[in-house]
Every structure is written in structure tokens, then in C-alpha cells.
């Protein structure tokens, strides 16, 4: 909410002249020069600077810079006028002038003198300067008539230190004729408050143009961010000297105050007003506090005191990229930010990046599916079950995106051991009873799907009683069809739930399981493939399982990926590319981290390009293993221990996305509630 009166359009100012005819020392009389009229209107209309390449110091043009165009002065200098005696305030000639100046239409009035600086101030419609005195001098106190924005500069009682003025960041502070920060800008009706978008979450890039650039910025880049929503907050903004009220004109003592701002970078500055127009300091704290003393560069790490850290990590032509991370923001209660149902089983987790959508999906106490969903608008939670008035769930729901329907699919056991099916995007939620409709044997595990792009078909796996393993296809609206690949191939028996892959370099559909001989097997087929059963760890010699698999592809380098948790506890990868053979390691030997204790996930995340297996500890603790793409190093990091969070109950599932923070991993704590952990 701004307080100040936006100067915005042609405000007529007129220019008085004044000539004391009696001064006091130690100041020599007033020596009025020829040109007086003259010299006044060219500091306001255009007074290039000869020194300075022949830069434009005006008001004017000032003005239409700091505005971006949208701001302007309209001078009137009339004849000069004569006082008898030394001492003069602003409004002293509104008797004999006020009322003909309104009539004419003027917005402000500015008495001019000839004594010594200072004398700048304001009383309302009347400002007073010195023609010694600076154009930022000017300014200032025309803007306080025009707009009522008080001073920002230190005042001798202030609280806080002198150095932490916001200085020649601001106009308003130093009266150095730079531009303004965002936040006068915002105040004058200079800046877009669409502009400065306010940081939500941990980790977050933003994309800063500098401050002196025409506002609004250009698609992709923000004019600033503004870290907390309460007060008071803080404003991050870039500066460059990319114009002359930038750079700075004070090229000889005479220059007058026309600094420049004081270093290149990106500040921050905390906002301790509630409103800029009161002359009268909240607690005696400066209106703006700056945090940088001097602007950070490229590769500077900032903490600044409300928690958060800023980094600045890139130039760009027109500002900088920065990293805004609030620590306090890298664990969230799910649960209890959305009022959801207490959980009963692990969840799952959709990204939907062209909307922003996020969604993770779980069973609660009640045997109901139910969804929390997260957009750039807000975030909420709908019972599914309810909504679709389908039966109760066993086990653990899976889900996938159909883009042909465009719409989400989430799989779940019911109570019936049918496998079922709610799909929804926005609205109402639909329900199929997916094995019921075809008489199909009945699940003893969790069933799991993807929708394949080659045919626009869904598939979905599941694991009977006799540890075969059933799919279920179908096309849009069509019928569903079944058939036991175990069987089709004489195959090994699958003694836990499967995990499916699709591969979209050749059409494959991949299916990632448990043996019951303790081996990490998979099932394959595709357009122009027929069902085949790979040997996956005893291939790559690697040991024997303990838990469930975890599957994906990566196509940045044509990967297949497999971690699973062995006998030990250790975590093993099995990796192969394109179609080349399977080869295995033990990433929890080559990153040092703990032991785990249940089914492990994972997956790649675009961003930074890569590779994460995420797993719980026998504490509860979560841990993350993760390698750059063409790496063989493996990191080890403690997120729990590093964000918080309660221990895990379960399997927790990891997720990235294109909208920062990149990274994310659900689960369900110990605590019945759904938590999220984003970096």
C-alpha cells in the first residue's frame, strides 16, 4: 500500500526568484547574476554537463529517467521578487503569491535564493533552495511538496548506526540526484508492484534488472524481491552505473553533491516504515536500514539478519541473478498448512510444470485418497474419495500424468483388492474399478502406471498372490485390457510391489521388480519390442535385496536407473545407457552415508543436472545420495538433520521441478502428517 501522492504526468512548478536586501554574516549579500531567469529554467530543462561528455543533469531529465517516462515538470520562472530582510521561510510570499499561482494551475512552488547552502526544505505547496545548493537538493524538496515523502536520511537521534543510511541509494537520502530505490519508486508510481515479487519458500533464482533501467522490467527479469510479508521486510534490488545520475557528475568542487551511488552490485536494505510520509521515525529506527555496506557481486554471499541469505550468482547485461534461501522455509507441514487428514501410508507426487501445480497424494485414517496441491496461486487439500464417491483404499496410492486427457491418474488398492483408478485435473474427480471391470485376479500389493506416448495407452502393474505380475491397459475412454506377463514368459516371481519407467527414446515400457530370489530383475516390452526379463543385479553382480526397487529414466544422457536398498542396508545402483549393458555400485560405500532402513526413491532434477536416491535411516532420519551427470563422485547430505522435520514413518518420495526451489521430498513423519522438505 503506498502512501505517498504519486507524481505521475506534468506537474507545473513555478520558480520564484527571491533577492534579500539585507543579509547577515558571516553570508555576503546577495549578487544577483544577469541571467538569473535563465540559469534557473536551464537547471530545470537541460543542463548538459560539458565535463561529463555532455550528460544531461536537469530535472527534467532526472525526472523522466528516475520515472521511467512517466513522471515530468512543466517550469514557470517568473519575474524576480525582493524581501527586506535575511531570514526567509517557504510559504513567506504565499500571501501576496499563493492564491494567483493555484489559479494558474500550479502544483508546487519553489522559492530560489542566492545565499549560502544550506537552506533546502519544504512547507507543503512552498519549497526553498539555494542556486549553490545541488539538483538533487531540488528534487528532494519539490517531492516532498508534490508527494508528501518525508526524508530518509540520518537524523541525529536515530537508533541505528549513521553508516546504515541508505545514502546515495536514494535520492530521498543523500539528495545526490541518483535514482531512487525500488521502494520510493513504488511510492512515486514509478515502479509496478507486479514487479517486485514476494519471496515464498526456501530456495528461490530471481533475475534482477538494475534499478536505473525503464521500468517495468522486461519479461523475465524483476525490478526487485521483497522478503517477508509482515514488518517489517526486506527489498534486494540491483545498481550499476548505467546513466549519469548513477555514475555520478561531481567532477570539481563546485559540482555540488552529485556523488553517484557508492558501489555496483545488488543491496539490501530492510524497510522500517510503515509509511514513508511521517517525518516522525518508528522507534527511532531509519525508515530504510541497509544491509550491504557495500553492493555484492557476483559470487558474494550475504546473511541477512531476518534469517534468509542472498547470493549473487551471475551478471547479466541488464542486472544480476541472485539466490534468495530461507532456511526456515526448507521444511513444511503439509498437514498442518493446509488443514489436511492425518496420513496412513507413504505418499506420491505429481509435478505439473506448465500450470505450477504440484500435487502429493496419500491414504489417510479413514481408508480416503486424498490430495494437497500446491499452485502459484495458493495451495489446499481435497478428499478424492469423497469427490469421486469411491470405495476405501488399502495400501499406498500411485500416480501419473495422461497429457493426451490432460488429466492426473492416480492408481490405488481398494479395500476389495481391486485395482482402481481416480483421475481428475481440475473439478470433479472421476473413479474406474479398473480390475473389477474385466474380472481381472484381484492385487496383493500396491498397483503402479505410467501412460506411454508412442500409442497413447495407459499401463498399469500390479502383483498377485502367486507373485505374478498383472498389467492392465487401456486407451482414453476405451476398455481396459489384461494379461499376466509373469506367465508370458515363464518368468521369475515378483515377491514385492513393482516399479514402472517408461522410455520415450524407444517406446519402451519398463518394469523394475523384486524377485523372489532376492535379485533386482525387470520386465520389458515395446512397440517394437517383445516382453523380455532382464537379470538386472545378477548381471552387474551386485547383492542381493532387501527392499523394493526404485526406477527411472534420465534422457539428458539416455540413462536407466535402479537403487535399492541390500541385505546390509547399504543402497545400490544399477545403471545402464541406451542399451548398453547393466553395471552396479554401492553408493552408500562411495558417499559415506548411514545405513538405510526401508525402500529407498529417487530421481533427476533438471536444474543442476542430477542424480538423487532418497532414503530413511533406521532413526527416521532422511538422507539424499546424489552425483552430477558424467560424474562417478557421490555426495552424501543429512535433510533432516540440515532442515528439520520429524523422523519418517515410511518410503519418502522425491520430486523436482522447474519452479524453484527445484528439489523437493514428501513423506509421512512419525507424527500422522504429510511434511515436505524444498532446496
Known amino acids: 500500500m503506498a502512501f505517498a501522492k504519486p507524481w505521475l504526468g506534468v506537474k507545473r512548478v513555478a520558480f520564484v526568484p527571491l533577492y534579500r536586501t539585507r543579509t547577515l554574516p558571516p553570508d555576503p549579500p546577495d549578487q544577483i547574476p544577469n541571467n538569473w531567469e535563465d540559469l534557473i529554467l536551464r537547471r530545470v530543462i537541460y543542463q548538459p554537463r560539458i565535463e561529463a561528455r555532455g550528460a544531461d543533469r536537469s530535472l527534467r531529465a532526472w525526472l523522466r529517467a528516475a520515472s521511467s517516462g512517466r513522471a515530468d515538470i512543466d517550469p514557470v ?12 521561510n517557504p510559504g513567506d510570499l504565499d500571501g501576496r503569491l499563493g492564491g494567483r499561482l493555484r489559479d494558474m494551475g500550479m502544483d508546487a512552488a519553489v522559492l530560489v535564493m542566492l545565499g549560502g547552502r544550506p537552506s533546502g526544505t519544504n512547507a507543503g505547496f512552498w519549497s526553498r533552495v539555494v542556486m549553490v545548493e545541488s539538483n538533487g537538493v531540488w528534487l528532494m524538496e519539490m517531492i516532498h511538496g508534490l508527494t508528501g515523502f518525508a526524508d530518509l536520511y540520518h537524523f541525529d537521534n536515530d537508533s541505528d548506526p549513521a553508516a546504515r543510511a541508505i545514502g546515495v541509494f536514494d535520492e530521498m537520502s543523500q539528495s545526490s540526484q541518483t535514482h531512487p530505490t525500488i521502494f520510493t519508486k513504488l511510492e512515486m508510481g514509478w515502479a509496478d508492484p507486479a514487479t517486485v515479487p514476494l519471496h515464498v519458500g526456501a530456495s528461490t533464482e530471481y533475475r534482477l534488472q538494475h534499478v536505473s533501467l525503464a521500468q ?39 559540482d555540488g553533491q552529485e556523488f553517484g551511488i557508492s558501489s555496483e552490485g545488488v543491496i539490501a536494505y530492510r524497510v522500517q516504515t510503515r509509511n514513508p510520509t511521517v517525518q516522525v521515525r518508528e522507534g527511532f529506527k531509519k525508515p530504510l536500514f541497509l544491509m550491504t555496506l557495500t553492493a555484492a557481486k557476483v559470487g558474494d554471499t550475504v546473511a541477512l539478519d531476518n534469517g534468509a541469505t542472498l547470493r549473487v550468482t551471475a551478471a547479466l547485461p541488464d542486472g544480476f541473478v541472485i539466490l534468495i534461501d ?4 526448507h521444511h513444511v507441514d503439509r498437514t498442518a498448512a493446509t488443514g489436511a487428514r492425518a496420513a496412513a ?16 497424494a496419500y491414504r489417510d485414517t479413514s481408508a480416503h485418497m486424498n490430495e494437497i496441491w500446491r499452485s502459484p496461486d495458493g495451495q489446499g487439500t481435497t478428499d478424492l474419495t469423497a469427490n469421486a464417491n469411491a470405495p476405501g483404499a488399502k495400501g499406498a496410492p500411485f500416480t501419473y500424468f495422461d497429457p493426451a486427457d490432460n488429466q492426473v491418474v492416480l492408481l490405488f488398492r481398494g479395500s476389495d483388492d481391486h485395482v482402481r483408478s481416480l483421475y481428475w485435473m481440475f473439478g470433479a474427480v472421476g473413479h474406474d ?7 481381472a485376479p484381484t492385487t496383493a500389493g500396491d498397483p503402479a502406471g505410467w501412460f506411454s506416448a508412442h500409442d497413447g495407452f495407459h499401463h498399469a502393474v500390479y502383483r498377485t498372490s502367486n507373485g505374478h505380475l ?32 517408461y522410455d520415450p527414446v524407444r517406446g519402451n515400457n519398463i518394469v523394475a521388480f523384486r524377485g523372489t530370489d532376492k535379485r533386482i530383475r ?23 535385496a532387501a527392499g523394493d526397487p526404485f526406477a527411472w529414466f534420465t534422457q539428458a544422457d539416455d540413462s536407466h536407473h535402479v537403487v535399492y536398498r541390500a541385505d546390509n542396508g547399504h543402497i545400490h545402483e544399477l545403471r545402464w545407457f541406451n542399451v548398453a549393458p547393466v553395471h552396479g555400485r554401492d553408493l552408500t560405500l562411495l558417499s559415506g552415508g548411514p545405513a538405510a532402513a526401508g525402500n529407498v526413491s529417487g530421481g533427476y ?75
Not at 77 to 88: A, S
Not at 345 to 360: H, K, M, R, T, Y
Not at 474 to 492: C, E, I, N
Not at 660 to 671: E, F, I, L, S
Open 77 to 88: 520562472v517568473l519575474p524576480m521578487e525582493t524581501i527586506d530582510r535575511p531570514g526567509v
Open 216 to 254: 517495468p522490467p522486461v519479461l523475465g527479469r524483476k525490478a526487485a524481491v521483497r522478503i517477508g510479508d509482515g514488518f517489517p521486510y526486506v527489498m534486494v534490488e540491483a545498481r550499476t552505473m548505467t546513466d549519469q545520475f548513477e555514475a555520478g557528475m561531481q567532477l570539481s568542487p563546485s
Open 326 to 329: 530461507d532456511p526456515s522455509q
Open 345 to 360: 501410508s507413504q505418499p506420491c507426487a505429481l509435478v505439473l510444470d506448465g500450470p505450477g501445480i504440484q500435487n502429493i
Open 433 to 439: 474399478d479398473l480390475t473389477g471391470a474385466i474380472n
Open 470 to 501: 498383472h498389467e492392465l491397459w487401456w486407451q482414453g475412454q476405451g476398455g481396459v485390457g489384461r494379461g499376466d506377463l509373469t506367465a508370458q514368459g515363464s518368468f521369475v516371481a515378483a515377491a514385492g510391489d513393482p516399479w514402472p519407467y
Open 522 to 544: 525387470s520386465l520389458y516390452w515395446g512397440q517394437n519390442l517383445a516382453l523380455g526379463q532382464d537379470d538386472l543385479s545378477g548381471t552387474a553382480g551386485a547383492p542381493a
Open 605 to 679: 532434477n533438471p536444474a543442476d543436472n542430477t542424480q538423487h536416491v532418497i532414503y530413511r535411516a533406521g532413526d527416521g532420519s532422511l538422507h539424499e545420495l546424489w552425483y552430477f551427470l558424467g560424474s562417478d563422485a557421490v555426495g552424501h547430505s543429512a535433510l533432516t538433520a540440515a532442515y528439520g522435520g520429524p523422523p519418517a514413518a515410511d518410503r519418502p518420495i522425491y520430486f523436482s521441478s522447474q519452479r524453484a526451489p527445484n528439489q523437493h521430498v514428501a513423506y509421512r513423519g512419525t507424527d500422522g502428517h504429510i511434511h515436505e522438505l524444498l532446496w
